[in-house]
Nanobody, 115 residues
Framework: QVQLVESGGGLVQAGGSLRLSCAASGSIFSIDALGWYRQAPGKQREFVAR???????NYVDSVKGRFTISRDNAKITLYLQMNSLKPDDTAVYYC?????????WGQGTQVTVSS
């Protein structure tokens, strides 16, 4: 079992920045990859970014060059630094942990970008 708790969402103007955090606990040594997903109103949840156990990072094309995923192994925390935010980035952002074929999710944190 892995527990994930997100924080750091909020309201920001277009062009601004936010940093999301995700604190992981439980069977953390079994985690293969940590990532961020988002879900905008009326849309399906989509992949945003991921970092594997080995440190490999992947991003959806729409956030490349603007978002950076990182982790603090000592604090067992995942981060998503979001710069140059756009109104299209408005969504609930979810932290995700992959453990073998299982996926664990946090409760989500709202990010709203005003134009």
């Amino acid at each position: 079992q892995v527990q994930l708790v997100e924080s750091g969402g909020g309201l920001v103007q277009a062009g601004g920045s936010l940093r999301l955090s995700c604190a992981a606990s439980g069977s953390i040594f079994s985690i293969d990859a940590l990532g961020w997903y988002r879900q905008a109103p009326g849309k399906q949840r989509e992949f945003v970014a991921r970092i594997t156990r080995e440190g490999t990072r992947n991003y959806v094309d729409s956030v490349k060059g603007r978002f950076t995923i990182s982790r603090d192994n000592a604090k067992i925390t995942l981060y998503l630094q979001m710069n140059s935010l756009k109104p299209d980035d408005t969504a609930v952002y979810y932290c995700n942990a992959q453990v073998g074929g299982l996926a664990y999710w946090g409760q989500g944190t709202q990010v709203t970008v005003s134009s």
